[in-house]
């Protein structure tokens, strides 16, 4: 599952890269994914939106046997 995770993670990178931020795949684990938004993900005031509306939902897409995504 990790494999199908950083593959799905990977098609979103782009779009971030391209705002000076990125995520990075920590743990997968149980269902549950653990990321951390690095750059200016990492303070943005819109990195929650990020990560559910943008990371969440192509991860789930690709990979819908995930209960949660975390960030850290």
Known sequence: MREKVQAALDKIRPALQADGGDAELIDVKDGVV???L???????????LTLRQGVERVIRQDVPEIKQLVAV
Not at 38 to 48: D, I, K, Q
């Open 34 to 36: 653990t990321v951390h």
């Open 38 to 48: 690095t750059g200016a993900c990492g303070s943005c005031p819109m990195s929650v």
